[in-house]
């Protein structure tokens, strides 16, 4: 079946602009997470969402990083007055709960001019 | 302590040689445990999962110690397609911890 899809692959934008990531996970998984690997860096947790339970945001770096998700469908993660730091790939990852298997996407590439 | 280590290396290894990591977590009561390898800028991929009798997938064997809370990977005859970095996973149900990963390149 398909696995976990993520827009845009790459992602270039100015300093100071919003930008908004897309991911459609794996049908019936009802765990989503976010993650954000820098160039030569570990992956760093973002966020994640267990149906309709309240997500764990713990990972947020600050205030201008959101996301959401509605039921057990599409997230979309939210960067507004982007920085040149946020120059990332973003990858999503679902899996059918948090002790089971993630199962990644290709991620989007975000550069910040 | 960090939650889940791992040595960065890298490892350089000739090819079919074998090669082994090990992966240290802190909380004791982690119950999820996975071996994932990400090639060069691509996402990660699930190598295998890690039982705690232990399991076998190929060239690949990997082990859970939870006396002294490790789990290892093993590469039996490893292959220049083997150069990756190794990412190992632990948790539980609550919270599941990647680690930084271990670059390994096999040598022809």
């Known amino acids: 079946g398909a696995g976990v899809s993520q827009s845009p692959s790459n992602k270039v934008t100015e300093k100071g602009k919003d930008v908004e990531l897309r991911c459609d996970p794996i049908?019936?998984?009802?765990?989503l997470y976010w993650y954000r690997q820098r160039l030569g860096q570990g992956l760093e947790f973002l966020i994640y969402f267990q149906g309709n339970s309240a997500p764990d945001k713990s990972g947020l770096p600050s205030d201008r990083f959101s996301a959401e998700r509605t039921g057990e469908s599409v997230s979309t993660l939210t960067i507004q007055r982007t920085q040149q730091e946020d120059s990332a790939v973003y990858l999503c990852?679902?899996?059918?709960?948090?002790?089971?298997?993630?199962?990644f996407g290709d991620g989007t590439r975000l550069s910040i001019l | 302590r960090k939650e889940v280590e791992q040595d960065p290396g890298p490892f350089n290894v000739p090819e079919g040689a074998t090669v082994a990591f090990n992966c240290t977590y802190s909380?004791?009561?982690?119950?999820?445990f996975f071996w994932y390898r990400q090639d060069c800028r691509k996402e990660p991929k699930l190598l295998m999962s890690v039982y705690s009798s232990g399991n076998e997938d190929g060239r690949f064997t990997a082990q859970l110690n939870r006396a002294s809370q490790y789990i290892s990977l093993l590469i039996r005859d490893s292959k220049l397609s083997d150069s990756a970095t190794y990412l190992c996973v632990g948790g539980r149900d609550d919270k599941i911890i990647f680690g930084k990963g271990t670059r390994l390149h096999i040598l022809p």
């Open positions: 990852a679902s899996s059918l709960s948090r002790d089971q298997p993630q199962h």
């Open positions: 049908s019936g998984h009802t765990a």
């Open positions: 909380n004791s009561a982690s119950q999820s």
